[in-house]
Each structure stands twice: as C-alpha cells, then as structure tokens.
C-alpha cells in the first residue's frame, strides 16, 4: 500500500518543517513558507510598498506585491526573443532574418550574440503598441 499522506514541505526561507503536509502556503518563485517567514515584510521593487511575503512574489529577481507581479508577467509576455543559430546560416543572413521575420506585431528590439554562446543569436521583440506608447 503506498502513503497517501503529501510530503513534509521545508521552509524555503528558513528551512522549518511544516507539521502536517500542505500547511505551508505557496509564494510564486520563492515555494512554499512557514507562516512566520510569510508575515515578514518584502518591498516591492518596483513600486516600493512593503507586503506580507504572503502576497508578495519573486518573478525575474525582483521582489513584487501581488499587483506589479501581475503587470510584470504581462510585460513579459509581451517580450519574445527569438534565437538564431551562427552554425546553420551567416550573420547576415540572422540579422536580415531576424527584421524580416519579425512576429506579427512585435518590433525588433535588439539582436544580439547569446551570453552564454558562441554562435547563438538573440532577436528580441517588443509588442509594437507598447514601444509607440513607450515613445510618445
Ligand atoms: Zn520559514
Ligand atoms: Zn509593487
């Protein structure tokens, strides 16, 4: 017979172990937290407020009260970078690629050589309404 019973769950800030399974709650990109270290204060980085870790989150290294958490998801979204490989097709045919074939919508940021590559390449792409917005 297997155990049905969940797993004991550690404090991901300070290592305490839950008493019964699935009493710690979650915090996004940070786990699950006892309740002492949930009631601590966080300040948001991006506007400044000090939350509850409850309802804080880390998302991309910055630490975000729940509504910046949901405004930084959508920048996110709005963001792709598309890769291109320096093995299978000429600099100048990435950089000629990466304008033309731009997705729908998205205006080419940057391309740049990948940090951690030698012939990797990186197109990043804005939402076009969000660059014009940005530039008004
Ligand atoms: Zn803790
Ligand atoms: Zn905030």
Known sequence: MQHSTGKI?????????????????????????????????????VCG???KRLTSSRFQGKNLCLRDHMKEVEKYKQHIVKTFDEDSESVEEILHRSLTDAPLGYTLV???RARNSMHVWEAEYEKSEILQSRCS
């Open 49 to 51: 407020q000090e939350v």
């Open 110 to 112: 940057t391309v740049k």
């Open 9 to 45: 769950m550690k404090c991901a800030m300070c290592g305490k172990e839950e008493s019964t399974p699935g009493t710690f709650p979650m915090v996004i990109g940070v786990g699950r937290i006892c309740l002492s270290c949930g009631m601590e204060k966080v300040t948001c980085d």
